[in-house]
């Protein structure tokens, strides 16, 4: 399962470092103004999917990978919030 997340994070950082010409991930971690609208888009239509009780697993996929994006694309590592996660364990 964390696999999966931790592809994502890799796939990101190897985009970031080789792009793709015509690759999504790469418009997003390229442009912080679209990744940052995408991560609010699809935190929105989550919510709207609890609510109606429907496709509650493709928006929360959807904000996984856009938000992992987002994070990237603004150079903040997923390594520095699991550290942060721990720090806040009581």
Known sequence: MLNTLESLFKLARERKN??????????LLSNK???????????????????K???KIHEAADVFYHL???LEANEIKVEDIMLELNKRKK
């Not at 080789?18 to 418009?27: D, H, L, M, W």
């Not at 103004?33 to 609510?51: F, G, H, P, Q, T």
């Open 53 to 55: 009780n429907e496709n």
């Open 68 to 70: 992992i994006m987002y």
């Open 18 to 27: 080789t792009p793709v010409e015509g690759s999504y991930t790469n418009k």
């Open 33 to 51: 103004s679209l990744s940052k609208e995408k991560v609010l888009e699809e935190i929105n239509e989550l919510i709207e999917a609890v609510e």
